[in-house]
């Protein structure tokens, strides 16, 4: 077998269908972008549809396959009206991926109960209610990918951690809950976590030379981490190479967190 063969037979998505929320940006658009170019069929859903039409032609102009769906993930029938339209682009999903998230973070004190409505919403709950309609499904079949996309906030409080820390915490504990459940059925669920990623999420801090700055000292490689960075680990954990890592919490974060 060469060597082209064994990293084909590795990690090769050819017959694989995506699902990757968030994915008209950031973290989640060079994921999707990733997995489609890996040979997944890839429905990308978020709110703007200029953004959302932009990834889709990118990834056409790489030569994959993609869809595309505008919808609101902040309420369950939101939520229910997605997963059904991404259904009817290219079949069932294999993999799904959470990556939409809200970064609502005022002061402990002055969170309110809308702003905690929203972050679980959007951030927790949507990621559990599409798990619970296509989860089952993959382990019918016999194969699934469950990958989210957490936070540094899930393991330590900094920034005003407040309800996103909760959420995103909340997300790995969800993702050892449907480990334990599908993983004996060949679907395994894991978490990507960054460190500081220059995206539009973070663009309060992102604007802030000098935090920047600090963030980029606070880890190994000496830089802060850019959306591209996920390319690599999004294949693997969706691909057969992953068969058997499941319940994780994947740090993508240049030693952000163990410095």
């Known amino acids: 077998m060469s060597a082209t063969d064994y990293l084909s037979e590795l990690f090769s998505l050819d017959g694989r269908v995506a699902v990757v929320t968030g994915g008209s940006s950031g973290i989640g658009r060079a994921m999707a972008v990733a997995l489609a170019r890996a040979g997944a069929s890839v429905v990308v859903v978020a709110r703007r549809e200029a953004e959302l039409d932009d990834t889709v032609r990118e990834i056409a102009a790489h030569g994959g396959r993609a869809a595309r769906v505008s919808a609101d993930l902040g309420t369950r029938d939101g939520v229910r009206a997605a997963a059904e339209e991404a259904v009817r682009a290219f079949g069932e999903p294999d993999i799904l991926v959470n990556s939409a998230g809200v970064n609502l973070r005022p002061p402990m004190g002055e969170l309110g109960e809308d702003v905690w409505d ?27 990918r469950i990958i989210h996309v957490t936070s540094q906030q899930a393991h330590r409080a900094f920034v005003q951690s407040g309800a996103y820390g909760v959420s995103k915490g909340a997300l790995e504990s969800l993702a050892r809950s449907q480990a334990e459940a599908w993983s004996p059925y060949g679907v395994t669920c894991n978490t990507l976590v960054p460190g500081f990623v220059m995206t539009p999420l973070n663009e309060r801090l992102s604007s802030d030379p000098e935090k920047v700055a600090a963030l980029a000292a606070r880890t190994l490689t000496g830089r802060n981490g850019i959306a591209e960075d996920f390319a690599g680990a999004v294949v693997f954990l969706a691909s057969r190479a992953s068969a058997y890592v499941t319940g994780q919490s994947v740090f993508v974060d240049g030693g952000f967190s163990v410095h």
Do not use: H
């Open 118 to 144: 929203a972050t679980l919403s959007v951030n927790l709950e949507a990621p559990f209610l599409l798990g619970q309609r296509f989860g089952p499904g993959m382990a019918e079949r016999g194969y699934g």
